[in-house]
């Protein structure tokens, strides 16, 4: 766990020294296109997925052999090249789109991202399948490394070359593909046997992945649905960056729950509840992380950001909160997954991403990015209730 855990705070961390270099070499309103389009990307990727990447994680985690691995991996894998090719389509629909229909000025940016659209796929499917196959060192490679080789690569061409919406969409998305395809090649997947890898994978998704990919509509991929309605409400994307910086440099608060989630799957399959020791010590440290955030991330903000960037800070401390408590919903949430309840979990998503829907079309529309920021506390706060619920509902533990 400490190894995954540090990774990750390394790789947020690195992130948010991206966000520094691309927020000093972009106004905030190009900067807010860039974000804009990586919204798209991530809101379809969540779409395309259909549950398959989450089934072929527990039957990874159920494999006995490391044949009965590297064949599930060979499906996944075909699976996650159709996917891609599917995105590449849609840029392309969405750039139509923007530009004949919306008359956007910035339409031609999703023509950009065709060849790199695939970068959140392909980060998913290290997720899911390391997760299953308790590999820690490639999901803490996935999320460390990408932003570190970009960290630099970008520095050097933005110094000598400039920086324009163009290059940030390819470097980033384009590095982080190059790496993530080493690490999927890297596992070696099996593409013989795809018809009975496929049958047993369909079969899992019917009783569980589907469950969950229903819930992850309604719950993950609504998320990024602010960063497009406060696009398309506003007058430019400034507020579509504000919002996704602030996310960003709020996330740190999300990853120490949602890797002791991760670290536990295997485990969570053979136990009958999460011990109680690991739920108070996941609490208590999360919390106090919070407080910490609260009391550093002003200083911070001035000194890192350019002072058009300086409301970040308030808008951070306020969707920590959303951060914190969408974490600890996460480590119940990867419990019930463990034990297939995917009917739980979807059915979680659904009731707190009906409220994230309606808060990120009509809160936003009435107050723009104010309206951003309450929605995703108050949707947060329903998943996690959501999933506590459910696992007491499961276990029937009287308290946590």
Not at 30 to 49: A, M, P, Q, T
Not at 281 to 301: C, K, W
Not at 330 to 339: E, I, P, T
Request: aromatic residues 14%.
């Amino acid at each position: 766990m400490v190894t995954l855990y540090g990774s990750s705070l390394l790789g947020i961390l690195t992130g948010v020294l991206v966000s520094i270099l691309n927020t000093g070499n972009l106004p905030p309103v190009e900067y807010g296109d860039v974000r804009y389009i990586n919204n798209f990307i991530s809101f379809f990727s969540g779409i395309l997925l259909f549950g398959y990447f989450v089934s072929g994680s527990r039957l990874l985690a159920l494999s006995q052999t490391k044949e009965e691995s590297r064949r599930m991996k060979g499906i996944l894998t075909t699976i996650l090249l159709t996917t891609f090719a599917v995105m590449m389509v849609i840029m392309v629909i969405c750039g139509v789109i923007h530009g004949s229909i919306l008359h956007k000025e910035y339409a031609y940016l999703f023509y950009t991202a065709i060849p790199v659209c695939g970068s959140v796929l392909f980060l998913n499917y290290i997720n899911t399948t390391s997760q299953g196959d308790n590999n820690i060192n490639a999901i803490a490679a996935a999320r460390l490394f990408p932003s570190l080789i970009y960290l630099v690569v970008a520095y050097l061409i933005y110094r000598y070359y400039g920086a324009s919406r163009e290059r940030m969409i390819l470097l980033h998305n384009g590095i982080a593909m190059i790496f993530l395809l080493f690490l999927i090649l890297q596992a070696r997947p099996d593409f013989s046997h795809l018809r009975e890898s496929w049958r047993r994978l369909n079969e899992e998704n019917k009783k569980y992945g589907l469950q969950v990919y229903y819930g992850s509509l309604a719950n993950v991929s609504v998320q990024y649905v602010a960063g497009i309605t406060l696009g398309l409400f506003g007058a430019n994307n400034a507020n579509v960056g504000y919002y996704t910086l602030a996310l960003t440099v709020s996330m740190p608060l999300t990853m120490l729950p949602q890797v002791v989630g991760t670290t536990y799957f295997k485990r969570f399959a053979s136990e009958d509840r999460i011990s109680p020791k690991v739920i108070r010590y996941t609490v208590f440290i999360t919390l106090l992380s919070y407080i910490l955030f609260v009391l550093a991330i002003h200083p911070v903000i001035r000194f890192l950001y350019k002072p058009e960037y300086i409301s970040v800070a308030n808008f951070a401390t306020l969707l920590g909160i959303g951060c914190v408590l969408n974490g600890l919903g996460d480590v119940f949430n990867r419990f019930l997954g463990a034990h297939g309840k995917g009917a739980y979990i979807r059915n979680g998503a659904f009731i707190s991403g009906g409220v994230a829907l309606i808060g990120y079309t009509l809160m936003v529309y009435l107050f723009d990015i104010n309206g951003a920021i309450a929605t995703r506390i108050i949707s947060t706060l329903v998943y996690c209730l959501m999933m506590i619920y459910y696992y007491k509902k499961m276990t029937n533990v009287q308290f946590i």
